[in-house]
């Protein structure tokens, strides 16, 4: 019914940067909130950042000060800019949302299938 669709991976020096994507598609009301989660190899998946429609931000306290959420809500897309890449923001990135699917106030979490990133030292 709503798919998440993640793009914008790859390998990267430590100190460099990469912008991800997410755009959902489907049947889709509204969006609250969006966010960027990720897991390394043999860790729990933990939060990196989200926001609200209206735009407020929530980030992990590892990534402050070097990435950015954004959303473009006309397009139903979540940005993550992440500068100063460090190796141990290595991991698979997901994209998360939480969607109303009908005029009924009801709203479920969707997930995208994941990217990698890989910050090389």
């Known amino acids: 019914q709503v798919q998440l669709v993640e793009s914008g991976g790859g390998l990267v020096q430590a100190g460099g940067s990469l912008r991800l994507s997410c755009a959902a598609s489907g049947r889709i009301f509204s969006i609250n909130v969006m966010g960027w989660y990720r897991q390394a190899p043999g860790k729990q998946r933990e939060l990196v950042a989200t926001?609200?429609?209206?735009?407020?931000?929530n980030y992990a306290d590892s990534v402050k000060g070097r990435f950015t959420i954004s959303r473009d809500n006309a397009k139903n897309t979540v940005y993550l800019q992440m500068n100063s890449l460090k190796p141990e923001d290595t991991a698979v990135y997901y994209c998360?949302?939480?969607?109303?699917?009908?005029?009924?106030?009801?709203?479920?979490?969707?997930w995208g299938q994941g990217t990698q990133v890989t910050v090389s030292s």
């Open positions: 998360n949302a939480d969607v109303r699917t009908s005029f009924a106030r009801v709203w479920f979490d969707y």
């Open positions: 926001i609200t429609s209206g735009h407020s931000t």
